[in-house]
Each structure stands twice: as structure tokens, then as C-alpha cells.
């Protein structure tokens, strides 16, 4: 089992239960077995708020964190009594959590679960920071593709299509469903932090400087989400404007060639006897009709400056 207690609480009684920190992975069920019998706590129920139980305080998280290259909304449980901390994480863990973990090692005090708690609180805002950071970048970039995509032209010359467009559209709903995972996941750490201080009596002071800290992470992650709303609205218009230029051009092309197609399907037909056949310029006359008829069209459409 993957216990990880303080240096000052004995690890080799591990049938009773003990002080410090226990950290369970979701897929080691033999381990969440043995600590639900020793400590009296279903770990494995489905948790979507703060619930009492046993003596332990059941605190769900969901955050968005940085794996490897990409970020994933990971979702963990924290059950917290006055002696234990208990983290229940994902297979693929969480590198806040072992930055902590680490941080704890390395003390030369005691720390309460309480106090482990708070700090596991904190890294986890420090961790929004980066991300909302790291998110605010993204959104300049997608931000200079959505004005590029305005102007009608990219770097290499070519017109903008719909499907570039789409790209662009694709990276901000992304960043918008992040950004909508981290204010989410503040949320749930304001109420972690709320329960702290009620259940087990943490320092008002400490906890609302923490509380502090998750009301600024999540408005800042609230204007980058602003941002991308607007980006995104930018976006819808600049692609309804090319879809309009699509049919007008369409239509004006159509104008410009409905004439000379009667012109066509009417000489095309068999009929016995047609005069025109018989002028010496019939052939040029049916042919400046033709091009007559298609340029009336066009000077109108210029002249209403429908070509602009």
C-alpha cells in the first residue's frame, strides 16, 4: 500500500489507523480496500460536493493540469479528519500533488492535515495561475488568426477559407472549455478552503488569504474567458460575412449569365425555318445580343457597387 505519513508516526502497524497522509491511486483497489475498512470512509462514492462522513470531510476537486504536452481536467478526492489526510488521485497523478508531497517530506515539523490540506490548496491555485497563464498566450496567438482571417488574405497571399476559420474556431472552443473546467475547479477549492475552516477550525486569517487568492485565479481566469468570447464572436461574424460573399457571388454570376443561356436555349432549338439564318451577319448579331445582354447586368451590378 503507498502510505506516506509523517516522519514522526510509525509505518509498520499498518492494520491501526495512523496519523499523516495516505495517497491512493483509483486503480489500486486492493489499497482503497484496505483504508476504507481501516478508516470507515467509502472512497469510492460519487462525490460532486462536500460531504461528512465518519469523522472525514469528503472534498471533491476537478481542475484542469498539465500531463505531459496537453492539459486534461483530472478529478480527484481529498477525505480530510483531524488526524488523516487521505488524497484518492488518478492513475496518472497529479504533479502538484508530489510537489507537495515533497514539500512535506523535506520539513522538519510536524504538519497537521489540516495545514496539508491549505498547502495542497495552495499549489493547486499556483497551479491555475500557470494554466490561465498558459491559456492567455494560446488566445493571442488564436487571437492575431482570427484577425488574419478577417483581413480576407494569409501570409502566403491566398484567401482565407471557411476551413482555416474552422481551425481557429476549434482552438478557442478548446480554451474556452479549459478555461470553464479552471473557474469551475476554483469554485469547488472556495468551498474546500470554506469547509477547512468550519470543520476543523482553521486560522480565519490564513483561510482568507487563500480565499483571496482563488477569487483572483478564477476572475482572471473569467476575463481570459471573456476574451475568448469575444474572439469567438469576431470569428462568427468574419465567417458569416465570407459565406455572404460566397452567394453574392453566386448570384451576380448568375445576373450575368441568365441572359446569354436564353439567347443559347432559344437559337439551340429545331425549328423549320428560321430567318436569322439567312443575314450575312446574323451569326456576329446574335453574338453582340449576346455579349450586350451580359454586360447590362454587369454595369448595373458595378453601379450599385456590388462587387465591392
Known sequence: ????????????????????????KSHNRKALSEVQKLYGVDLEQEVTHAVEENGFVLLPVEMPVLIGEHFRSVRFLMALSSDVLITLEPE????????????????????????????????????????????????????????????????????VGVADIADTAIGLGEAEELLAHTVEGQLMLARAVRWVRRTMKADYTDTSIILSDIQGSRRHAQFQHSKVRNVQQSLMTTLDLKQNQIIKIFTIVTAVFTPPTLIAAYYGQNFAYMPELGFAWGEWSVMAATAFFALVPMLYIKKKGWLR
Open 92 to 159: 496518472s497523478g497529479i504533479a502538484p500533488i508530489d510537489d507537495v508531497e515533497a514539500r512535506v517530506k523535506l520539513s522538519s515539523e510536524e504538519i497537521s492535515s489540516k495545514d496539508m490540506v491549505l498547502m495542497l490548496i495552495e499549489t493547486l491555485i499556483d497551479t491555475t495561475h500557470e494554466t490561465v497563464n498558459h491559456i492567455s498566450l494560446a488566445l493571442d496567438s488564436l487571437a492575431q488568426e482570427a484577425l488574419a482571417t478577417s483581413g480576407g488574405f494569409d501570409l502566403k497571399g491566398r484567401q
Open 1 to 24: 500500500m503507498n502510505y506516506f505519513v509523517n516522519p514522526t508516526v510509525s509505518q509498520t502497524d499498518t492494520k491501526k489507523p495512523q496519523k499523516g497522509w495516505i495517497r491512493l
